[in-house]
């Protein structure tokens, strides 16, 4: 028998991996819902035979948790070590180890970053898929004792699916996207931290798979950050916030695992969130983080419970004791294994001395928020978990948390360059396609659902320049305390140009998070990742992953930008496709004085200037998308030439009067001209030919400024490429000798254009 009720006066049941052969350990995988290969499983059968007993099903059901994907990083820490972290920054106070990273803000105060995914969930249930990414982000932020101050949403969805060459059973991406801002708006309007950056791209690879990328930025005082971890031994374990119930069971072991036409079965694994309580929630835990009550604190996100005691308790180097039956439930008929895996949401653990205890639970009774004491820290280096006076659990701590770690084949494909553009007739109907096109036109039917302006601390919105008119920014910036010092923010990636070469796909998109950091005038100070790929035990999969995160390691590096918080999300990947290598970046700058940021509109006082070199790279381009033009020459850059023009244009943005900065990215000097054209002047400018004017070429930027030739002359006495193509005037975008001429509300009517 593989399964063998206990002598208990409840469910639990012996699982017998002792006896158990090959296919019978994978039998047991499978139908036990555990993810885990026949290896994986060996080694536990050798664990425990070592210890001489057959695990419980609550055993089995925390290992397969612990050692998923999601949760222990197994198929990425080997090369994310290799090549990304290290980064030293002095301002850096934390980096990776937690929830979130805690970066220097000024003497008083850090700003906390954290970046997740929610791919999965948000495939089969768009509403509460991304409703409760965004609920475990605020939780991630707040676990470090930051106040939440902004939110950013990096989305990816399929084209039409009628486009596709081949019947798909795919949900329709207007209706995945539709959900998804939706679930966004009202778990981030209700909870009151305003949504500030993000982006949405499109491509048929998304198409039976979307990406639902979050990320959030916290404001904590120095002397009050808190660390994810156990506080000392004979300290409780405090459970706080909603109920604990069926759903998201198995949340992490779905979402380690390619998605199928079975998923759809698998919507209990989608987690239930309610902002209602999430809102007094954080202003509970932030009352005791300021009254110095609480030695830890950690959310309860992916693996429940099991994850978070376990996790709290080895940071520390300690063991624990957990009394499973005074965890409150929402339902009856709970088996102890599933209240130990749910992943119920708004949950938060605290540890807390006992003297202290009263008074937590009293804070937590005055928010309205059920708080238990659910365990306690323990010497050993063991866990314990104990259900109605049984002892229904006994593991070491290291061999659950520790989990495994891959260092797996990969293959790199080959990357033969070609260039096939050239320059079309009607330049004009062009530059309105791009205009229209769906990763460039207009998001303010999403932008205007979210409340970006809640708190009272956006400096800079998503949405700039002139009321009812206004045109896309770079980054947002916010001001999250009492001083004119703020922070920028954006998000970025270009999955075409990822698809064609992993490596110079990704140091563009890294290139153009710099960028749009340095046009609002800030100092770009950190920056959070989130790698979705697909199935990493396919060497060409996982050769897209490691290309990504070596060119991010060498740009990173290079620059001297540290990564401080990050998520690898593998499995992206459905029998009709993986996604398009999609390493998604959150960039944060420090701008010093808020009173003194740059928009992206031209204001009709100055002289167009386009800083950078221009060449003909247009693998990945919009132009190569909409002419159906071949091209495979991604953009290149480099982390010197990169951090020169950045010293370089910081310092000018001090010494000459600018109006405007913008970057160029999807469509080139055209595009970005136009878009600064839409909330203001006009221009005329003079370009010589198409690659000058649709090159996606990386490190430049279109600049309003007042004396033209004077900030030209300052860059090129740096060594800088820049020169005056012209100046912001009129009601009109004039590009000679090429005759282009379209008047603002005719660009701006193609920029707001919906399909359908």
């Known amino acids: 028998m593989l399964y063998i009720k206990a002598d208990v006066p409840f469910e639990l049941y012996e699982i017998n991996v002792l006896d158990a052969g090959d296919d019978e350990l994978l039998k047991i995988s499978r139908e036990l819902g555990l993810a885990l290969n026949l290896e994986e499983m060996k080694r536990i059968k050798s664990y425990f035979s070592r210890i001489g007993r057959n695990p419980y099903d609550i055993e089995l059901q925390s290992i397969a948790q612990a050692w998923s994907e999601h949760c222990c990083y197994k198929s990425s820490k080997c090369y994310l070590r290799q090549y990304l972290f290290g980064v030293e920054a002095d301002y850096v106070i934390s980096a990776i180890e937690e929830d979130a990273g805690v970066v220097s803000f000024d003497d008083d105060y850090a700003y906390v970053v954290a970046m997740e995914s929610h791919n999965h969930p948000s495939a089969i249930e768009p509403y509460g898929g991304a409703a409760t990414g965004v609920g475990g982000i605020l939780r991630d932020v707040l676990c470090m004792g930051a106040q939440p101050v902004a939110l950013a949403d990096p989305l990816f969805f399929g084209t039409s699916v009628e486009s596709a060459e081949q019947e798909i059973p795919a949900k329709h991406p207007r209706y995945l996207l539709s959900g998804v801002v939706s679930g966004i708006r009202d778990y981030g309007n209700r909870v009151g931290i305003p949504t500030v950056a993000g982006m949405v791209f499109f491509d048929e690879s998304y198409i039976t798979n979307c990406l639902v990328n979050v990320g959030c930025i916290g404001i904590v005082r120095k002397d009050k950050i808190v660390h994810s971890r156990a506080g000392n031994v004979g300290d409780l374990f405090v459970l706080a916030g909603g109920l604990t119930g069926r759903d998201g069971i198995h949340g992490v072991t779905f979402a380690s695992a390619e998605l199928d036409e079975s998923s759809e079965e698998k919507r209990s694994a989608v987690q239930l969130g309610n902002p209602i309580i999430k809102e007094p929630l954080i202003h509970a835990c932030l009352e005791i983080v300021e009254k110095g009550l609480l030695t830890g604190m950690k959310d309860l996100g992916g693996g429940g419970l099991s ?416 020169k005056v193509i012209g100046e912001s005037t009129g009601d009109s975008m004039v590009i000679s000798p090429l005759r282009i001429e379209l008047h603002v509300e005719e660009m701006r009517k193609a920029w707001k254009y919906e399909e359908g």
């Open 307 to 722: 994850c978070v005691i376990g996790e709290m308790a080895h940071a520390s180097n300690f063991g624990a004791e957990v009394w499973l039956d005074k965890v409150p439930l929402k339902e009856e008929g709970m088996a102890p294994w599933e209240i130990w895996i749910s992943e119920s949401q708004e949950r938060m653990m605290l540890t807390v001395s006992p003297e202290h205890v009263d008074e937590v639970l009293y804070i937590f009774q005055k928010w309205d928020i059920p708080a238990v004491v659910v365990g306690r820290v323990t010497e050993d280096k063991k866990l314990r978990v104990y259900y109605k006076g049984y002892k229904i659990y006994d593991l070491d701590i290291d061999f659950v948390v520790k989990a495994v770690e891959y260092c797996r084949d990969y293959k790199v494909k080959e990357v033969i360059e070609v260039d096939e553009t050239m320059g079309v007739h009607d330049f004009k109907s062009l530059i309105l396609k791009m205009l229209s096109h769906p990763n460039v036109s207009s998001k303010e039917w999403i932008i205007r659902q979210y409340d970006h302006q809640v708190r009272a601390s956006t400096v800079l919105t998503p949405l700039q320049g002139k009321a009812n008119e206004e045109t896309h920014g770079d980054s947002a910036v916010i001001r999250p305390t009492k001083s004119w010092r703020g922070l920028a923010i954006t998000t970025d990636v270009n999955p075409w140009m990822c698809k064609i070469n992993p490596f110079w796909g990704t140091a563009s998109s890294f290139d153009e998070m710099v960028r749009n950091l340095v046009s609002v005038n800030s100092t770009p100070h950190s920056f959070a990742d989130c790698l979705n790929f697909g199935n990493p035990e396919k060497p060409e999969r996982m050769g897209e992953f490691v290309e990504c995160v070596k060119a991010l390691g060498w740009m990173a590096k290079g620059f001297g930008l540290p990564c401080v918080s990050g998520n690898v999300s593998f499995y992206n990947e459905t029998p009709y496709s993986a996604v398009a290598p999609t390493p998604t970046l959150m960039g944060i700058g420090i701008v010093e004085d808020v009173r003194n940021v740059i928009t992206s509109h031209f204001k009709g006082k100055g002289d167009v200037v386009l800083v950078g070199e221009t060449k003909k790279e247009f693998g990945g381009s919009l132009y190569s998308k909409i002419t159906g033009q071949k091209s495979t020459v991604v953009p290149k850059t480099s982390p010197e030439k990169l951090k020169n023009y950045v010293e370089a244009m910081l310092s000018a943005f001090k010494q000459f009067r600018v109006y405007a900065c913008h970057d160029l990215s999807e469509g080139g000097l055209a595009v970005a001209v136009a878009e600064m054209c839409l909330s203001g002047s006009g221009c005329k400018i003079n370009v010589s030919d198409y690659v000058e004017l649709f090159s996606e070429s990386n490190t430049r930027w279109v600049v309003e400024v007042d004396g033209g030739e004077e900030f030209v002359k300052y860059l090129r006495d740096k060594g800088l490429k820049a």
